[in-house]
């Protein structure tokens, strides 16, 4: 165990240039590597290609691991969404920055207790009946501990690295530098508006205090869902830096790709789209951060599953206008309204009203993204599809990227288009196939009839618990 706080802290020039030089040796070694396997294989040789991407992927989640902060968050950003690669070299990523998810270095614990002594004025063996020194995972700027309380509870606590904070604004600062760069790609995007969303999120993710309101406010619209579960805030012992909340288990989201039967998968692909349909649809709440890392699965039973969802770190709340931007625009697209999506784009910001663009292009895009609720129904996520959605909105080669140069990223949207690529990864590893289209009309359309057994239960959970607020 290494003590890598000086490292972390550096939020300084050279601490940003260390950081930028390691990653950017990986990337070298990575090119010269994958050369020379091209060499090889031109002249007759083994192919080595394989073991170039074992080892690149092997260094790149070694550097973002000991990085931690925003490099951090990317690794795991990458670890579970569906790269534009081969299926047979997407795995090898997949797999080397899968431990980013709960096996990066840990910190010195000295380090990781000096700041539970500098936000409580004690030691953790004062502050909780027992402690463990020993991690259970790495989040991207934080620590997650094992803890139990006075009164017996079992408990988790998030312990953000030290100096993570100063250094990831520091890196955010560096952020306004892209904007003639930015304007350049995109010149109709309002990039000021965007850089204050982005750097609002990351305040929200560095200020536990904060998370604990956000994960309080999932957990009271949630308290008592047959098989949603959003873990209870210990509010008294949370802080700036050191997050406290009641301990569940259940298996990863990995162990149930692995191994569970194809009736439990669709299960659980059925409430975490439900999750996200829902905490939407119901409440205008949205989780941003659908990773994998962030489901615990408490019980498969295809009847009645129970997922544990964790981390509120990148919450955002729509205010009732813009979430009525946002469902007019989808609801257009859902219905086949060419004409009225283009008046509720134009409407929402999106389409700047000086811009010219092939509207029937633009429109394609957008049916695109929404094609598991506007396809011929049961429609089944892969792999495939989450990949080409990616590609479809980052490749300067992709037949849509000449009118998504021309559009206007609303701020409000930046989140949703993480959770987007997230959800499309997630359920395509599940291969979850279901009648979306009528799981997303029970949150978004008036009266809309329970599509599913699940349904049925949360209807019943969401009659109770109208009549109770």
């Known amino acids: 165990m290494r003590d890598e706080g000086v490292g972390v802290a550096g939020g300084g020039l050279g601490g940003r240039l260390g950081r930028g030089a390691r990653l950017a040796r990986t990337g070298a070694r990575g090119a ?16 080595t290609t394989a073991i170039v991407h074992e080892e690149m992927a092997a260094r790149l989640a070694e550097v973002l691991g000991e990085m931690k902060g925003a490099a951090m968050k990317l690794g795991q950003l990458l670890s579970f969404v569906d790269l534009d690669l081969p299926e047979d070299v997407r795995s090898v990523y997949h797999d080397a920055l899968a431990t980013l998810r709960d096996s990066a270095p840990p910190f010195d614990p000295e380090a990781i207790e000096q700041v539970i002594r500098e936000d409580f004025g004690a030691p953790p063996v004062v502050v909780f009946a ?27 606590v998030k312990v953000q690295y030290p100096g993570v904070a100063e250094a990831v604004r520091a890196d955010l600062r560096n952020a306004e530098a892209f904007a003639p760069l930015a304007r350049l790609i995109s010149p109709n995007q309002e990039i000021e508006p965007l850089i204050e969303e982005l750097r609002e999120r990351v305040e929200d993710e560095l200020d536990y205090e904060r998370e604990a ?49 194809n009736d439990e998968k669709q299960a659980v692909g059925e409430v975490i789209f439900r999750y996200a349909f829902g905490s939407l649809g ?17 019980d498969t039973n295809p009847e009645r599953p129970r997922v544990g969802f964790v981390d509120y770190g990148s919450v955002k709340m729509f205010n009732r206008e813009r979430f009525a931007q946002m469902h007019a625009v989808d609801d257009a697209v859902v219905r086949a309204d060419r004409e009225g999506f283009l008046h509720e784009i134009r409407e929402s910001g999106f389409l700047p009203r000086t811009a ?20 011929d129904q ?62 997303r009309d029970e949150y978004m359309v008036q009266d809309a009839p329970p599509a599913t057994h699940l349904g049925r239960l949360d209807r019943e959970w969401w009659t109770g618990h109208e009549r109770n607020t």
């Open 32 to 47: 010269f590597g994958m050369a020379g396997a091209s060499a090889r294989r031109a002249l007759g040789g083994d192919d």
């Open 130 to 156: 027992a402690w463990d020194r020993e991690p259970l995972a790495a989040a991207s700027i934080g620590q997650v501990h094992s803890a139990k309380l006075d009164d017996g509870r079992d408990v988790i």
């Open 213 to 261: 309101q956000y994960q309080r406010a999932f957990a009271d619209r949630y308290r008592d869902h047959p098989f949603i579960h959003v873990p209870d805030i210990i509010g008294e012992l949370c802080r700036h830096r050191v997050l406290v909340t009641e301990r569940i288990r259940g298996r990863k989201f990995d162990e149930i790709v692995a191994t569970a039967s």
């Open 282 to 298: 119901r409440f205008r709440l949205f989780n941003g951060d659908p990773h994998p890392g962030n489901y615990l699965i408490e």
């Open 356 to 375: 010219r663009v092939d509207e029937d292009r633009l429109y394609e895009w957008f049916r695109l993204y929404t094609r598991p609720v506007i396809a």
């Open 378 to 439: 049961p429609f089944e996520f892969t792999p495939e599809f989450a990949a080409e959605i990616l590609r479809s909105t980052t490749d300067p080669r992709s037949p849509y990227a000449d009118v998504l140069r021309q559009l206007n990223l609303p701020p409000d949207y930046l989140l949703l288009n993480r959770i987007q690529w997230g959800l499309n990864s997630v359920l395509g590893r599940l291969r979850a196939c279901n009648n979306w289209r009528a799981i």
